[in-house]
């Protein structure tokens, strides 16, 4: 399954982007002023970037919440789970159409 949007912007990009946010904070009044600043400069929204930094903070651990890794790996534990449901279902009807099929067969004369 493929994502439902492109990811417009490079791993390397999003690091830097960042990085220069925590660098050039002091230079701005507040923290929003500095993602708009790097945010303009790099071609993404302000609330892109913001995303970005939240998400680096909740990776490097200053922050509550799921990092990247262990989103990536509930994501795939979902998809596993999923599949395992859909096998489960088709074994149990599977199960059931061959019991049903050795009773028809027990029964005829």
Not at 13 to 41: F, G
Not at 56 to 84: C, F, H, V, Y
Request: glycine share 4%.
């Amino acid at each position: 399954m493929t994502s439902k949007t492109t990811n417009k912007f490079s791993p390397e990009v999003r690091t830097r982007a960042v990085r220069m946010v925590l660098d050039h904070e002091a230079e701005h009044t507040s923290r929003w002023q500095a993602i708009l600043s790097i945010a303009a400069k790099i071609g993404c929204t302000g609330q892109t970037l913001n995303e970005w930094l939240k998400q680096a903070e909740r990776d490097s651990g200053r922050k509550p919440g799921l990092t990247t890794d262990m989103a990536a790996r509930l994501k795939a534990l979902e998809r596993e789970n999923r599949e395992l449901r859909q096998a489960n279902e088709i074994l149990r009807k599977a199960s059931a159409y061959f019991a049903q099929a050795e009773l028809d067969r027990r029964f005829k004369p």
